[in-house]
């Protein structure tokens, strides 16, 4: 910032149009720099370091080379670079997509109407415009746009909690500095601009974020192990028909005796091997996986969370641990009175004659804040806690405006930390009366005889912000009453949500622990948390206290720490830190400038999409845009959901791999010709299988998904349930296929229709068992109300296929069958249905023992 002393040449009668185009160019603008972003070109080939698309990226080079070398077509080739391009530009349009939403909510945020002095007269400029040397005019509800100093403050109090985590307002005098991005949050001030865009405090905070790598995510690990195993077995199975070709080309038959037959053996065997690969390699994970991330990426951000990094989606419902904040996530960030000595607020038109009628006068008049109407709510303009009252008085029908004009206010003096009360001498006729609210204690010192304070107390404990009221008819010429009336109390707090309770009993039952990280006091910390059930028997403990431990001694602590009360934001980065050396997932919630580093370091970064700040939200993965806790809950069940769509797909394609590279491998061993050509097995491999993973993929969640713990991170991504069906199923299609190789399909004489009905028969089976993929780990979902996308796609399968066979006979080596073949197909493969019920007998067995 630059110093006080320096801005003294800019005066204080505002900026004229020359000197702001002056200081424009000499400090820069009012906007932040975004976080150094990778060139987009570099995110795009960064798609390509899938392990899978790896070895498919392999897969393509040898097939090209092969081809080329045998002179045969590209078109194998072509299908399997198709299948790469394609999953990986969804993947890059989908994430560009996103960010350029997140980029709309920076830019309304900036459009944010300012008012200032200019030319020597009050204006209003967008934000994005002020410069270095403005006055800005400031009053309760606005937010402080550029880091300056007070010149003129009247009761100003500003919160800071973006920047200090604190909760409570901070009250500032001239010539104290401001932040931009805090809030004033109670009466008026005038601030000379000191630091614009990335010189502020917040710009310089934003300047150390370089959007970078990330902690690996749990599927990229899960799928890199996958692809490591699949590669090993597609390079085993290579292996072997080399071997075998060899083998017999060189010592069971007649071996090469030129070079040229040599050279043509071992390009025969490469060639067998090529194909092996590309049979092995499941092309459509890399597409099921991107498609099932776009769909859940698309229906988050209508469950208002808005995903900035796609594998966050799936990030999100391997979390182990949730460090939530209380203000806004946990509770409405609304103060609202909650408990009273009065039943309700009442007023005749006349002198109030009880309690109830002196206490409504007070909330009314007694009071700086205003309430804006706004849509379906009711804005504060003020200090919060006096909007409570007000919003109170409006729910029993009582308008404060009209209370405020029958009363007219001789004079105020206004709360402060030090005095703990705030009074108003209001006139009524002849007659005037003073209205005192405050710390019940302070109040009942000027009362006679003392109140009970004991129901006060309790509230207290209950996480209440408790006010008193009392009033007295002032004499004439008397400022202040020598003894002033009881009439009662408010408990006032920002009320929890009403679905908080229930969200986080439900990420318990999913075996997710529920951490609250905030700044209010141990007191109010320990009653929120008890109240939403994030405290049970674990440990509450203090900002300070934490940091002051060790490294060693916070790693074994955070396992019990329940709540972290009095914290700052580097205390809640140490915290995710810790959890994470444990081998926790970490989600964090933010939404203050500080909260930035935790949020780039968690495994989930959530910030606020209302009140977070643009750091908070740039450093975050997701935004959640109502700021609430259960739309975490919701984001957790959508991303075990898309973790679940990903392995019925796996159960899909790997049925359809392993089977069909084991034919493709014994069938010449037996003495059969290959089953399929190269144009079907891309048919098969690609097309069918990136439909299929629509289907799959479009599965909507169960409630079952919040009922288990957390999949570990190195935990394998094929469970024992999806071995055994792909196994189970894969051994029938072998042992099926080798039988009809070897005895023929009835009523069939020439051998294009075996080969036809084979290739249409290994389809269609695989339609029958995308039904049974859908019960995954032996639960299935609704026939049609769980995913009715699911038979549109199968359908469309099966008419292709069968439009492939009638039609396709030059590319894809078929002849046409008659309506009574294909009826005997598709029932003769009807019998897969059944592998379902008997893994699901299997699954119940071995969970029960």
């Given at each position: 910032?630059?110093?006080?002393?320096?801005?003294?040449?800019?005066?204080?009668?505002?900026?004229?149009s020359?000197?702001?185009?002056?200081?424009?160019?000499?400090?820069?603008?009012?906007?932040?720099?975004?976080?150094?972003?990778?060139?987009?070109?570099?995110?795009?080939?960064?798609?390509?370091?899938?392990?899978?698309?790896?070895?498919?990226?392999?897969?393509?080079?040898?097939?090209?080379?092969?081809?080329?070398?045998?002179?045969?077509?590209?078109?194998?080739?072509?299908?399997?670079?198709?299948?790469?391009i394609?999953?990986?530009?969804?993947?890059?349009?989908?994430?560009?997509?996103?960010?350029?939403?997140?980029?709309?909510?920076?830019?309304?945020r900036?459009?944010?109407?300012?008012?200032?002095?200019?030319?020597?007269?009050?204006?209003?400029i967008?934000?994005?415009?002020?410069?270095?040397?403005?006055?800005?005019?400031?009053?309760?509800?606005?937010?402080?746009?550029?880091?300056?100093?007070l010149?003129?403050?009247?009761?100003t109090?500003?919160?800071?909690?973006?920047?200090?985590?604190?909760?409570?307002?901070i009250?500032?005098?001239?010539?104290?500095?401001?932040?931009?991005?805090?809030?004033?949050?109670?009466?008026r001030?005038?601030?000379?601009?000191a630091?614009?865009?990335?010189?502020t405090?917040?710009?310089?905070?934003?300047?150390?974020?370089?959007?970078?790598?990330?902690?690996?995510?749990?599927l990229?690990?899960?799928?890199?192990?996958?692809?490591e195993?699949?590669?090993?077995?597609?390079?085993?199975?290579?292996?072997?028909?080399?071997?075998?070709?060899?083998?017999?080309?060189?010592?069971?038959?007649?071996?090469?005796?030129?070079?040229l037959?040599?050279?043509?053996?071992?390009?025969?065997?490469?060639?067998?091997?090529?194909?092996?690969?590309?049979v092995?390699?499941?092309?459509?994970?890399?597409?099921?996986?991107?498609?099932?991330?776009?769909?859940?990426?698309?229906?988050?951000?209508?469950?208002?969370?808005?995903?900035?990094?796609?594998?966050?989606?799936?990030?999100?419902?391997?979390?182990?641990?949730?460090?939530?904040?209380?203000?806004?996530?946990?509770?409405?960030?609304?103060?609202?009175?909650?408990?009273?000595?009065?039943e309700?607020?009442?007023?005749?038109?006349?002198?109030?004659?009880?309690?109830?009628?002196?206490?409504?006068?007070?909330?009314?008049v007694?009071?700086?804040?205003?309430?804006?109407?706004?849509?379906d709510?009711?804005?504060?303009?003020?200090?919060?806690?006096?909007?409570?009252?007000?919003?109170?008085?409006?729910?029993?029908?009582?308008?404060?405006?009209?209370?405020?004009?029958?009363?007219?206010?001789?004079?105020?003096?206004?709360?402060?930390?030090?005095?703990?009360?705030m009074?108003?001498?209001?006139?009524?006729?002849?007659?005037?009366?003073?209205?005192?609210?405050?710390?019940?204690?302070?109040?009942?010192?000027?009362?006679?005889?003392?109140?009970?304070?004991?129901?006060?107390?309790?509230l207290?404990?209950?996480a209440?912000?408790?006010?008193?009221?009392?009033?007295?008819?002032?004499?004439?010429?008397?400022?202040?009453?020598?003894?002033?009336?009881?009439?009662?109390?408010?408990?006032?707090?920002?009320?929890?949500?009403?679905?908080?309770?229930?969200?986080?009993?439900?990420?318990?039952?999913?075996?997710?622990t529920?951490?609250?990280?905030?700044g209010?006091?141990?007191e109010?910390a320990?009653?929120?948390?008890?109240?939403?059930?994030?405290?049970?028997?674990?440990?509450?403990?203090?900002?300070?206290?934490?940091?002051?431990?060790?490294?060693?001694?916070?790693?074994?602590?955070?396992?019990?720490?329940?709540?972290?009360?009095?914290?700052?934001?580097?205390?809640?980065?140490?915290?995710?830190?810790?959890?994470?050396?444990?081998?926790?997932?970490?989600?964090?919630?933010?939404?203050?400038?500080?909260?930035?580093?935790?949020?780039?370091?968690a495994?989930?970064?959530?910030?606020?999409?209302?009140?977070?700040?643009?750091?908070?939200?740039?450093?975050?993965?997701?935004?959640?845009?109502?700021?609430?806790?259960?739309?975490?809950?919701r984001?957790?069940?959508?991303?075990?959901?898309?973790?679940e769509?990903i392995?019925?797909?796996?159960?899909?394609?790997?049925?359809?791999?392993?089977?069909?590279?084991?034919?493709?491998?014994?069938?010449?061993?037996?003495?059969?010709?290959?089953?399929?050509?190269?144009?079907?097995?891309?048919?098969?491999?690609?097309?069918?299988?990136?439909?299929?993973?629509?289907?799959?993929?479009?599965?909507?969640?169960?409630?079952?998904?919040?009922?288990?713990?957390?999949?570990?991170?190195?935990?394998?991504?094929?469970?024992?349930?999806?071995?055994?069906?792909?196994?189970?199923?894969?051994?029938?299609?072998?042992?099926a296929?080798?039988g009809?190789?070897?005895?023929?399909?009835?009523?069939?004489?020439?051998?294009?229709?075996?080969?036809?009905?084979?290739?249409?028969?290994?389809?269609?089976?695989?339609?029958?068992?995308?039904?049974?993929?859908?019960?995954?780990?032996?639960?299935?979902?609704?026939?049609?109300?769980?995913?009715?996308?699911?038979?549109?796609?199968?359908?469309?399968?099966?008419?292709?296929?069968?439009?492939?066979?009638?039609?396709?006979?030059?590319?894809?080596?078929?002849?046409?069958?008659?309506?009574?073949?294909?009826?005997?197909?598709?029932?003769?493969?009807?019998?897969?249905?059944l592998?379902?019920?008997?893994?699901r007998?299997?699954?119940?067995?071995?969970?029960?023992?």
């Amino acid at each position: 910032m630059i110093p006080q002393e320096e801005l003294r040449r800019f005066g204080t009668d505002g900026l004229s149009s020359e000197t702001v185009l002056e200081s424009r160019k000499q400090y820069g603008t009012n906007e932040l720099t975004p976080p150094r972003r990778i060139p987009i070109w570099k995110q795009y080939l960064e798609k390509y370091q899938d392990p899978i698309i790896r070895i498919l990226l392999v897969a393509v080079v040898l097939s090209a080379i092969v081809a080329v070398l045998e002179g045969e077509s590209l078109l194998d080739t072509i299908g399997i670079a198709l299948a790469v391009i394609l999953a990986t530009t969804i993947a890059f349009l989908t994430e560009f997509k996103s960010n350029r939403e997140f980029d709309a909510l920076h830019a309304m945020r900036d459009d944010t109407a300012v008012k200032v002095i200019r030319n020597g007269s009050p204006s209003s400029i967008p934000m994005r415009d002020v410069v270095v040397g403005d006055i800005v005019l400031l009053e309760a509800g606005d937010m402080v746009p550029a880091d300056g100093y007070l010149l003129d403050a009247s009761e100003t109090e500003v919160d800071e909690s973006a920047f200090t985590g604190e909760s409570e307002p901070i009250r500032k005098v001239v010539s104290d500095t401001l932040l931009k991005g805090s809030y004033i949050t109670g009466g008026r001030a005038t601030m000379i601009t000191a630091a614009v865009g990335d010189q502020t405090k917040m710009g310089e905070i934003a300047s150390s974020l370089i959007e970078g790598s990330r902690p690996e995510t749990p599927l990229q690990i899960k799928l890199r192990n996958l692809a490591e195993i699949i590669s090993r077995f597609g390079y085993l199975m290579a292996g072997l028909i080399i071997s075998v070709v060899l083998i017999q080309d060189f010592i069971i038959g007649t071996p090469p005796q030129t070079p040229l037959e040599i050279a043509g053996v071992i390009l025969h065997a490469c060639m067998f091997a090529v194909v092996i690969i590309v049979v092995s390699v499941p092309e459509g994970l890399p597409v099921s996986v991107t498609v099932s991330l776009a769909l859940t990426m698309r229906k988050m951000t209508r469950a208002k969370s808005l995903v900035r990094r796609l594998i966050a989606c799936e990030t999100v419902g391997s979390v182990t641990v949730i460090c939530t904040d209380k203000t806004g996530t946990l509770t409405m960030n609304q103060m609202e009175v909650a408990a009273s000595s009065i039943e309700v607020p009442s007023l005749s038109s006349e002198l109030p004659q009880d309690p109830s009628e002196w206490i409504t006068l007070n909330a009314a008049v007694n009071s700086t804040a205003e309430l804006e109407p706004s849509r379906d709510r009711l804005l504060t303009v003020g200090n919060s806690t006096e909007a409570a009252l007000l919003r109170w008085l409006h729910r029993s029908g009582i308008s404060y405006s009209d209370i405020r004009k029958a009363w007219p206010v001789i004079s105020q003096d206004y709360f402060t930390s030090k005095k703990k009360r705030m009074s108003t001498i209001v006139a009524y006729g002849s007659r005037r009366y003073i209205l005192m609210k405050g710390a019940p204690e302070i109040i009942a010192s000027y009362c006679s005889p003392p109140p009970d304070l004991s129901m006060i107390h309790t509230l207290a404990g209950r996480a209440m912000r408790t006010l008193a009221f009392a009033h007295a008819e002032l004499a004439p010429e008397e400022s202040e009453p020598a003894v002033m009336q009881w009439d009662g109390y408010v408990g006032i707090r920002d009320e929890v949500r009403p679905d908080v309770r229930e969200a986080v009993k439900t990420c318990n039952d999913a075996g997710i622990t529920v951490k609250m990280v905030t700044g209010d006091s141990p007191e109010t910390a320990t009653a929120i948390a008890r109240e939403t059930g994030i405290l049970s028997d674990g440990i509450v403990m203090t900002g300070p206290v934490f940091r002051g431990l060790s490294d060693e001694e916070r790693l074994h602590i955070v396992p019990d720490l329940e709540v972290l009360a009095r914290s700052e934001p580097h205390d809640k980065l140490l915290l995710v830190q810790a959890l994470q050396a444990r081998g926790e997932v970490v989600a964090v919630t933010g939404d203050g400038t500080n909260d930035a580093p935790a949020l780039r370091n968690a495994d989930v970064g959530l910030a606020m999409g209302i009140a977070g700040t643009e750091v908070a939200r740039e450093a975050s993965d997701i935004i959640l845009l109502d700021d609430s806790f259960p739309t975490i809950e919701r984001a957790i069940w959508w991303g075990r959901a898309l973790f679940e769509n990903i392995q019925r797909f796996l159960i899909f394609q790997l049925t359809i791999n392993i089977s069909a590279s084991i034919l493709t491998f014994i069938s010449p061993l037996l003495g059969f010709p290959p089953p399929f050509t190269i144009m079907q097995l891309l048919w098969i491999n690609i097309i069918m299988d990136s439909l299929a993973a629509l289907a799959l993929c479009s599965e909507a969640p169960h409630p079952a998904l919040m009922t288990k713990k957390p999949i570990p991170k190195n935990a394998s991504v094929i469970t024992p349930y999806m071995k055994r069906a792909i196994l189970l199923t894969a051994g029938l299609y072998i042992l099926a296929g080798v039988g009809c190789m070897a005895i023929g399909f009835p009523f069939l004489e020439k051998p294009e229709q075996q080969a036809s009905v084979f290739f249409s028969g290994f389809v269609i089976a695989q339609v029958w068992n995308g039904i049974n993929c859908r019960g995954i780990n032996g639960i299935m979902p609704p026939v049609f109300r769980g995913n009715p996308v699911f038979y549109g796609i199968m359908g469309c399968i099966v008419l292709v296929q069968i439009l492939i066979v009638q039609y396709g006979s030059d590319i894809f080596d078929t002849v046409p069958l008659t309506p009574l073949q294909w009826m005997g197909i598709i029932i003769g493969t009807m019998p897969v249905l059944l592998i379902w019920p008997f893994l699901r007998y299997i699954h119940t067995k071995s969970e029960n023992v």
